[in-house]
């Protein structure tokens, strides 16, 4: 591009019109102005666009998605790793699943619900799919036969000491028979204490033998919470207590229910949620879609010594373990099992302590320091059980099944039946929303103080 400068004619008067080439500039100062031609063959020169530039913004995209997916990626290896290193052999157990009845399971449970209904007592019962059929009857065969054997081999083979097995009981026993405190007729720890959670919250074993464990730990958060008058409301893992405590039974049931609670104040015992919570530190790892309740076949498939005890919370919880322990201050059996104790030498201190008959010593402690664990031999009636007050053995066709454990919460009586309270280990679908009524007394009852 090129121009010519020339000055303006003197003779202002004269107005010429600009051409399309030519540009009239006037100087600012003086005010002569000038005309600038300018040659329109020529071509302005506009600045080249910078085509490297949306290369480069793909690059940096490319390069953040590329962080992101490494970052999401471990993430999720850490929260992996984690999750095998605190669930101990695998995670969540996934393996469980409901194993239906065969048509002669069927008509046999069926049997029995007709036998029951049919004598009109003081129960209802109803076809559970998810019942089982004992194993037989005979030497090592029924619950207390096995309970006995196996509780030998304990004091005999570990020589557990006569504290190990008794706890706090004769101390304990002799204090309560001594407290002058008025029954009332009808007593339920969810209307005494109704700010805890946990007496209201019915757990599920799921596909593990461990309703020893289970009610337990639930004894032991309703205690806690009882003792801070509702300040303090963990719920206590099952799955750390079964995980840790060897001797207590692991998946197969406990043949000495003191022992959960020795462990809870020898050791402690973190806080932990139910099965796929993730609430507390240990959650519990046992899945419950095998039914309520779950086949004892599928308990006796489980091995204890996969469970290794690791002393470590799951990633999304706050503490550390050993920063979530909680501890007993005193544990003791309320009644023992006269059955196991008459068998073992060793225990016969504990089988006369006081003249109190063991019902009022029950309803004493239940009534002071709140839900206790007790334990009793189911029948495979039971798992039928609807509504009304449970008689055991109610149908002659009904066999013993196993040794069990529940929470028991209260007791009462209606139209001239006493019976007791239980919150039960096999969820909301079973009985009373979870609870149910039996006139029979527990076998054996233990329970402890917290810190």
Known sequence: M???????????SIHVMPSDSEVIIASETDGTRHKVIINPSARIKRPKCNHRLPFLMISVMALGLLL???????????TWVSSKTIDNDGGLDEETSYIAHTDED???????VKDVNERKSTWTAVYNKFASRSKGTGFMTDPE???????????????????????????????????????????DAREKWPFCESIHRVPNQGGCGSCYAVAATSV????????????????????????????????????????????????????????????GCVPYKHSPNCGSPCSIDIYSKKDHSNMECRKQCQPLYSKYYEDDLYKAKSVYWVKVNKVTIGNIEQLQPVS?????????????????????????????????????????????????????CAKLIGWGEENGTKYWTYMNTWGREFGLNGFFKTSEAPEEVAAGIPF
Request: glycine letters at 8%; a negative charge; hydrophobic letters at 35%.
């Open 68 to 78: 992101l997916l490494i970052i999401l990626g471990a993430t999720s290896i850490e």
């Open 220 to 279: 032991i958060s309703d205690r806690i919470c009882i003792k801070s008058k509702g300040k303090n409301q963990p719920f206590i893992s099952s799955q750390d207590l079964i995980s840790c405590c060897k001797d207590c039974g692991g998946c197969h049931g406990t043949v000495w229910a003191l022992l959960s609670f020795n462990h809870w104040r020898d050791h402690g015992i973190v806080s932990g949620g139910a099965y796929g919570s993730f609430e």
């Open 145 to 187: 036969s096995q309970k006995t054997f196996m509780l030998k081999n304990i004091v005999l083979d570990r020589n557990a000491t006569f504290t190990e097995l008794v706890g706090d009981t004769i101390d304990h026993v002799k204090e309560l028979s001594k407290i002058n405190i008025d029954l009332p007729r009808n007593f």
């Open 106 to 112: 069927k008509d046999y449970h069926m049997a029995i």
């Open 352 to 404: 006369n302590i006081t003249d109190v008959d063991s019902e009022t010593l029950i309803k004493r402690e239940v009534l002071i320091n709140g839900p206790v664990l007790a334990c009793f031999v189911v029948y495979e009636e039971f798992q039928h059980y609807k509504s009304g007050i449970y008689e055991s053995q109610t149908s002659p066709l009904s066999k013993d099944l196993y040794g069990h």
């Open 2 to 12: 090129f121009y010519e400068m020339n000055e303006e004619p003197e003779n202002r």
